[in-house]
């Protein structure tokens, strides 16, 4: 199916947790099976930070991370509502879900929150197979992204939005996030 930009709203779909669980990749899938489609890979928005960037891991990056998230939340409301399909793919813990909900709404187009989570040796075992340029690769920083994002993390209520990947392949992955968006069981409000 093949929308223009006046077209109606979309949804925004936010596909999270920690590093090694197939976000990007999943992501991908997803933009590249809709038409028109925006990939908002949340790295790219860090990387465009010149100089004075914080490790976004980091507790002193707070104030930084909040400020990215605003930016990230506006472009993927905007997009959405231009009829572009939005998948915003990156560690995006529930602690800075505010500026996304608070951009929907405003957009009038609904927000879905997708934490893929894999068992921690997995994950670190695939962060640290990462390759390229700014990848995180370090297992003590994976491991603590791990358990911000699991069963003694922070998701509390968020728990029900928890996609296992550990066992599945990524385009098995990407049929489970579409199930869950067409059953609208992970929309954030």
């Given at each position: 199916m093949h929308t223009t930009r006046d077209a109606r709203p979309t949804d925004v779909l936010v596909v999270t947790g920690p590093p090694g669980t197939g976000k990007s990749t999943v992501a991908r899938i997803?933009?590249?099976?809709?038409?028109p489609s925006?990939?908002?890979h949340t790295d790219d928005f860090y990387a465009f930070i010149r100089r004075g960037a914080v490790a976004p891991y980091l507790p002193e990056a707070h104030e930084q991370n909040r400020v990215v998230m605003d930016v990230i939340a506006g472009a993927?409301?905007?997009y959405a509502q231009?009829?572009?399909h939005v998948i915003v793919d990156g560690v995006v813990g529930p602690w800075f879900t505010g500026p996304l909900v608070t951009a929907a709404g405003r957009a009038g187009v609904r927000l879905h929150y997708l934490v893929l989570r894999a068992d921690e040796d997995t994950t670190v075992a695939r962060g640290t197979a990462r390759r390229g340029a700014g990848a995180l690769t370090d297992p003590g920083p994976l491991?603590?992204?791990h358990r911000r994002f699991g069963d003694l993390g922070d998701l509390?209520?968020?728990?029900?939005?928890?996609?296992?990947?550990?066992a599945q392949t990524?385009?098995?992955t990407a049929d489970a996030v579409r199930a869950a968006?067409?059953?609208r069981t992970h929309l954030l409000t």
């Open positions: 997803l933009a590249d099976a809709a038409t925006v990939h908002l993927a409301a905007r231009g009829g572009f491991r603590d992204m509390g209520d968020l728990e029900r939005h928890v996609i296992d990947s550990t990524a385009a098995e968006v067409r059953a």
